[in-house]
């Protein structure tokens, strides 16, 4: 069982923070991936990327984190530099749970917020050793949380689907936690400029093979010890 001391509770808060800022307008959920994967030359891989549900009477499609510059005309340059923020706090959230935790620690998580609840699953699956590619990583996580069914997939996305599917039974080990959602008169990107995060844009984005979406993330050893600054 995870041990949740009151900084890692702060850093929760200040994750949520983060992400209020970065969607633009009134949602009803938003759901978050992250992982980091230390490589054995010294180098730390990862993802980022989150999806929200627009709010609306009507169901509406979610939004991808990296189409929000396009869809809202925001600075790209500036929006990816607040998904550098939100990657660096993951980061070093990780490295809060590294120091109490005696087993290696988790390599991924999903955060989802819904109405007044936070809820974080960590996963400690060895992605290095994964069977399946970032891209098809990212094609299951979308079916597991968006709820995307498997008619409104390509044939090679139903593919990777019906291959996950047939080895689902293996058993990982996962923790979960669930809070209430930190609220605060917090303004989103819309509200003001970004000036304040202009320090914070040293990660590298690298858009993932076979799909136009920015959700790969390397980092050179000497990067992450900037932005843990």
């Known amino acids: ?14 994750i949520q923070q983060c992400i209020f800022y970065m969607i633009p307008e009134k949602w009803d959920k938003m759901y978050l991936y992250a992982s980091v994967s230390d490589l054995i030359d010294g180098q730390k891989t990862g993802e980022l990327f989150f999806y929200y549900i627009p ?20 600075d790209e340059k500036e929006y990816l530099r607040l998904v550098n923020i939100l990657y660096k706090k993951i980061i070093q ?11 290696p620690t988790w390599t991924n998580l999903t955060i989802t917020i819904e109405g007044i609840k ?6 400690y699956e060895d992605l290095n050793k994964s069977k399946f590619s970032s891209y098809e990583r990212h094609i299951i996580w979308r079916y ?9 997939m390509n044939k090679k996305e139903r593919q990777i689907i019906e291959r996950y599917l047939l080895g689902e039974k293996v058993v990982r080990r996962r923790e979960r936690y669930e809070e209430g959602i930190y609220i605060k008169n917090v303004k989103n990107i819309v509200d003001y400029d ?31 010890e900037e932005i843990k600054k």
């Open 194 to 224: 970004t000036e304040n995060y202009s320090n914070e844009q040293n990660i590298e984005y690298v858009a993932t093979k076979n799909e136009n979406i920015k959700n790969q993330i390397i980092l050179s050893a000497k990067q992450i």
């Open 1 to 14: 069982m995870l041990k949740h001391t009151k900084k890692i509770k702060d850093m929760y808060q200040d």
């Open 93 to 103: 959230l990780r490295d809060e749970f590294k120091k109490i935790e005696i087993v």
């Open 55 to 74: 709010k609306g009477i009507f169901k509406k499609n979610p939004v991808n984190v990296y189409e929000i510059p396009q869809k809202f005309n925001l």
């Open 144 to 152: 597991n949380n968006l709820g995307i069914k498997k008619e409104q």
């Open 118 to 123: 936070f809820k974080i699953e960590y996963d």
